[in-house]
C-alpha cells in the first residue's frame, strides 16, 4: 500500500491555520501585558467590526 501525501495546496494551508491560531492564541497574553485588564474592550469592538464588515 503507498504511503498518503498531502499537497502543496494542503501544506499551505495547514501552515496558515497553524500561524493563525498561535496569534489568536497568543493575543490575549499580549493585550494584557500592554493595556491592562480594560483590553477586553478594544478586542469585543474590533469583532464587532469584523462581523460587520463581512456580512455588507
Known sequence: ?????????????FILQTQ????????PHLLIVKSGSSGWISILLTGVIVQLTCSL
Open 1 to 13: 500500500m503507498k504511503p498518503k501525501k498531502i499537497s502543496q495546496l494542503q501544506a499551505v494551508c
Open 20 to 27: 493563525i491560531s498561535i496569534g489568536v492564541l497568543a493575543l
